[in-house]
């Protein structure tokens, strides 16, 4: 049923509108299955077929952007750890209605799922060879915490040089800063 066309142009309605509400209303304080369903020109039951809560369909629509920021960074080739941190800002803030919804909601999913597609290029750039798991942990915490003060900024397109500075120091002194850490094996 899936793969039928035309539950496939009926999951892009439904995505669709919700890009397009989180355009119009990028706090999307209350957004609810009836609202959705009149707006995208479908019915309840048509939207419940696809989603059985706007959590679920709010969770496709990361795993749609995650598939895009994939391929759009594998397409892009960045070389340098500076270049992949800045393509990763840029493609923030182009999302950035979506991200301050997860940053409001307190959802680390999103931001998490983006930073282990970058975390083999992390580990190399930054020459991490012990701990790797632990130390992309604890910086992932750190860079959530960075990101999340941005983001009640709007993001600003003009700070991503600023920002990625921040990040690549984050991530390069993780080891040097967290020696006294006692590991876990």
């Known amino acids: 049923m899936k793969k039928d066309s035309r539950y496939q142009k009926t999951e892009t309605a439904i995505l669709a509108t919700l890009a397009k509400i989180l355009e119009e209303n990028p706090r999307l304080i209350s957004l609810n299955p009836s609202d959705l369903a009149r707006r995208a020109c479908i019915s309840l039951s048509t939207f419940y077929r696809h989603y059985g809560t706007i ?5 496709a629509y990361e795993g749609k ?14 070389k340098t750890l500076k270049n992949t941190v800045q393509f990763t800002l840029v493609f ?27 975390k ?31 983001s009640e900024g709007a993001f600003k397109e003009k700070e991503i040089a600023g920002i ?14 967290l020696k006294g850490v006692i590991w876990h094996s």
């Open 55 to 59: 959590e679920e369909m709010l969770v």
């Open 120 to 150: 083999p290029k992390i580990i190399i750039s930054c020459h991490w060879t012990k701990n790797q798991d632990q130390l992309f942990d604890i910086c992932f915490y750190e860079l959530y915490g960075l990101l999340e003060d941005w």
């Open 65 to 78: 952007l995650i598939l895009r920021f994939e391929s759009s960074l594998h397409f892009k080739r960045a």
């Open 92 to 118: 923030i803030i182009k999302y950035k209605k979506f991200f301050s919804i997860a940053f409001r909601r307190g959802d680390q999913n999103l931001l998490r799922r983006i930073f282990e597609v970058l």
């Open 164 to 177: 990625s500075s921040n990040i690549i120091y984050l991530l390069k002194s993780a080891p040097a800063r």
